[in-house]
């Protein structure tokens, strides 16, 4: 038990000198890159388009001169830290640290939806639904071979574009694409299937009056709420290389990677994220269409009560801040008018 313990601490103390090492020799670089003379010249040449910028506020008297400098200040700061950080992220090999961040970013993707949507239990539904598709999603394609290439122990050998083992250069940029479609579409779902069911409340009741089931009684109404949140990527998909070329693909060639390849890696790309969105959208209306039935499946009044509160908060909200914004208005036009 003592040497278990031993093991363990050991194992922990070299894993914690280990990103420190990597935070440090990470430091270093951002040092010695901000040494190089033609960074600065870079940012003193794109100063000139700040005080231009800062001209032109002055001509046209916006008063916005000290948030212009303020921001970009603000802004290099930012870009500098998250570029290290980036950096310290990027460097990491082992697979189940990758899939740790990804976790972390799945929960700050699903809170961002609870933000906008403050419905029942939406957070841990989020959760759920952009947690498993991007984990099932980035399984599939790291262990498959599909971009990471030759996987060893396997009777066939695979040519990808990507080594393996994967690194967090490749894996976390796109996890973090899986992620965004995830969320972006598990958001539509939840609206989408919200307002379909209230709307056909009276279908539903007719349904279960019937002795239909709730998933039957939704079934139609859920296929709408899929068709909503998909088809904007699927048109994506649909006019790649005629109607649109991909940023990724376009960089990916700028940097070297041959044509056919860089489009294989783009084709795989949308289709994890059309993947991750179809099986987001599905999670989300599998778990938040089970809050509007009782246990003895009938129309839930008590959650549809909720609903309506929120939504009657969500107007009454929405006035308010168009009355700030019409008041702000009207004291800026009336100070300029003063100042004439």
């Known amino acids: 038990m003592k040497f278990v313990r031993s093991s363990r601490k050991r194992r ?70 998250f570029g290290s950080f980036l950096t310290v992220i990027f ?8 899939f740790l961040i990804l976790l972390f970013m799945s929960a700050f993707a699903a809170f961002t939806n609870y933000q906008s949507y403050h419905y029942p239990k939406v957070l841990l539904i989020g959760l759920l639904a952009i947690t ?36 967090g250069e490749f894996v976390i940029p796109m996890g973090s694409m ?26 539903i009741e007719a349904a279960l009056a019937l002795g239909d089931s709730p998933k039957n009684a939704v079934k139609t109404i859920l296929k709408d709420s899929y068709k909503a949140s998909l088809l904007p990527t699927i048109n994506r998909v649909a006019t790649l290389g005629i109607v649109s070329l991909p940023g990724l693909m376009s960089g990916m060639i700028i940097g070297g990677v041959p044509p056919i390849e860089a489009a294989v890696y783009q084709v795989v790309i949308f289709l994890m994220l059309l993947s991750a969105a179809f099986i987001a959208s599905i999670t989300t209306n ?55």
């Open 178 to 203: 899986v992620i965004s479609s995830a969320m972006r579409m598990s958001g539509i779902a939840l609206e989408r299937a919200k307002s379909d069911i209230i709307k056909s409340r009276g279908k």
């Open 91 to 98: 460097g990491i090999q082992k697979i189940w640290m990758q």
């Open 286 to 340: 599998m778990l938040f269409t089970k809050q509007f039935f009782t246990k003895r499946e009938q129309i839930n009044l008590v959650f549809l009560n909720e609903l309506a509160q929120l939504e009657q908060k969500k107007a009454e909200e929405r006035k308010n801040r168009q009355e700030k914004r019409r008041s702000w208005w009207r004291r800026k036009k009336q100070t300029e008018e003063n100042q004439k």
């Open 132 to 167: 498993a598709s991007t984990m099932f999603i980035m399984s599939i394609v790291i262990f498959s071979g599909a971009i990471f290439a030759a996987i060893p122990n396997l009777p066939f050998k695979i040519e990808g574009i990507i080594p393996y083992p994967p690194q």
């Open 12 to 81: 922990k103390i070299k894993m914690a000198s280990e990103l420190v090492a990597m935070i440090y020799q990470t430091l270093v670089e951002i040092w010695q890159a901000l040494k190089e003379p033609n960074i600065w010249i870079r940012i003193g040449l794109s100063a000139i388009l700040l005080l231009m910028l800062i001209g032109l506020s002055l001509w046209q008297r916006t008063n916005l001169e000290s948030k212009l400098v303020w921001s970009f200040l603000r802004g290099f700061l930012q870009v500098v830290l």
